[in-house]
């Protein structure tokens, strides 16, 4: 189960994701399903199905009962179901002929609720994430345990606190740490699985001379994440015991950037050839934000398709160019092709190298609510008739001196804004809706806006074809000129698009 992100989790089988060089979280040893039969009522679950699903997909595993160290369950905090659950395990292990010495308990619907049907899902990502970080998540709620479970019968305890998640010993072999998931359904559909955490039996080792560079790529959407990812990269990769671990090379390193992240719109770019080194150049980085001296060359502005704002890279001379000395200046080349806003197929210079993505800080997105709320409250203290005709009023105010194609940008640009509440200097004219976060749903919604707005009939399937501010005004502007330039929005009768 290889990813990058508990977000980009994708099955694959363990020999292609060894090969691959993928983040690998778990290996899924055995899945079962099963159903409960005939029981006392729809919602009424049956302890013996249950403990038959378990026995079997551990059998099938292949694994010792005494090794399960962490049981994920379907625990919805149900006086009847919960009990159900605890016993349907103890019957599975006694079955078995062993249980385990010490095993923790939880759920994941303590912290977040019952995702219905996801809630299997919800449980895999909680395992998942406690192995990556070795250690037990609280179950939340539950000093006061359910009176009908008697946990000290059992081999099972609620972690109250974050805990580190020891390995068990069986016979003097510490084992790898083993989980056990379940996920019932109404109506008796069962389903568990068993997981193990990867350990990696040989450590790949640096296959790159130490001091051969690598093209070290960052971007983000706005300049401030920009620094965000710098800081958080250096503060990952500064730390001794991060360095000591011989997958955390720098070639592992460029090789996650440069093939496990998205390229956006504000770049940087550097060429290292050491960890200390790539540490240094992410410092001094730091250290010129908001200064008049930047050691980092600017590239490029505003590309032609939109997406390349702004991208820097560190200084190179001459001298490193001419002499190509140890590779380079062919690095620096593909960085200034990366940093101008073309593609690069990085995928291709490991062709022949083994190499291993590493589990890496993730995008710091901003800490924005979106919610109704606002709404709510914008509602209650200003009514109105409606969110989009007050818009029209303002920007007519706003925009009526503006020429007319500024005027149009202006006002789709808080069209936009109504829709998804997004702040308006995050609304880019050349960014694609789709990259907004708009779906089926919410263009349809600023379809109606855009009609409204103008008095005009607009389909969403105008969408295909202009996908973005820009584009939406040239059309606008071209089929319904007169519509949009000789009158104000809010006396616009004809039908035009």
């Known amino acids: 189960m290889p990813g990058e992100g508990v977000g980009a989790v994708m099955l694959k089988p363990l020999s292609h994701a060894q090969r691959d060089g993928d983040a690998i979280y778990a290996v899924i040893k055995a899945t079962t399903i099963n159903h409960d039969g005939r029981t006392h009522g729809f919602t009424v679950p049956n302890p013996n199905a249950q403990a038959e699903l378990v026995a079997e997909a551990l059998t099938q595993a292949k694994i010792d009962a005494r090794a399960v160290s962490y049981i994920e369950a379907h625990g919805t905090g149900t006086a009847l179901g919960d009990p159900v659950e605890v016993t349907g395990l103890m019957k599975a292990f006694q079955a078995m002929g062993k249980q385990p010495e010490q095993c923790a308990l939880g759920s994941v619907k303590s912290n977040i609720g019952h995702c219905e049907a996801a809630a299997g899902m919800a449980g895999l990502s909680k395992i998942l994430l406690q192995l990556k970080h070795g250690q037990l998540a609280p179950t939340l709620h539950s000093a006061e345990v359910n009176p009908n479970i008697n946990f000290t019968a059992t081999p099972f305890y609620l972690p109250q606190q974050l805990t580190p998640w020891v390995r068990p010993v069986l016979d003097g072999i510490e084992q790898p740490r083993v989980a056990c998931l379940s996920s019932f359904g109404a109506g008796g559909a069962n389903a568990h699985a068993v997981l193990t955490e990867y350990l990696d039996a040989v450590a790949k080792p640096e296959t790159t001379p130490a001091s051969e560079p690598v093209c070290i790529v960052l971007s983000a959407e706005q300049p401030e994440r920009l620094r ?25 390193l460029a090789y996650t ?12 770019g550097f060429v290292s050839a050491s ?9 001094d980085y730091l250290a010129s934000c908001g200064t008049q001296s930047v050691p980092y060359e600017p590239i490029t502005q505003e590309s032609e398709h939109g997406r390349v704002r702004f991208a820097y890279q560190n200084s190179v001379t001459q001298s490193e160019f001419e002499t190509n000395k140890v590779g380079m200046g062919y690095q620096h080349q593909l960085l200034a092709t990366w940093l101008a806003g073309n593609d690069v197929d990085w995928q291709a210079l490991y062709h022949n190298q083994p190499v291993q993505r590493l589990n890496l800080p993730g995008y710091p997105f901003e800490q924005q609510r979106y919610g109704w709320a606002h709404t709510i409250t914008e509602s209650v203290n200003r009514p109105a008739p409606s969110v989009i005709a007050a818009v029209a009023t303002v920007e007519t105010k706003l925009t009526t001196s503006l020429h007319p194609e500024q005027r149009v940008q202006s006002e789709l640009k808080h069209l936009v804004h109504t829709v998804l509440k997004l702040p308006l200097d995050r609304i880019n004219i050349n960014s694609n809706f789709i990259d907004f976060g708009f779906d089926s749903i919410t263009l349809a919604e600023l379809a109606r806006a855009i009609a409204k707005h103008y008095a005009i009939s607009f389909s969403p399937a105008v969408f295909f074809s202009q996908t973005n501010i820009n584009a939406l005004t040239r059309y606008l502007l071209n089929d319904c000129s007169e519509l949009l330039i000789e009158a104000p929005p809010e006396v616009l009768q004809k039908n035009c698009c």
């Open 257 to 268: 950037l440069q093939t496990g992240r998205e390229a956006l719109t504000y770049r940087l």
């Open 228 to 252: 965000l990812v710098v800081q958080r990269l250096w503060q990952t990769i500064k730390e001794p015991t991060w360095q000591s671990q011989p997958k955390h090379s720098l070639l592992n």
């Open 275 to 283: 960890l200390p080194e790539l540490a240094v150049q992410l410092s």
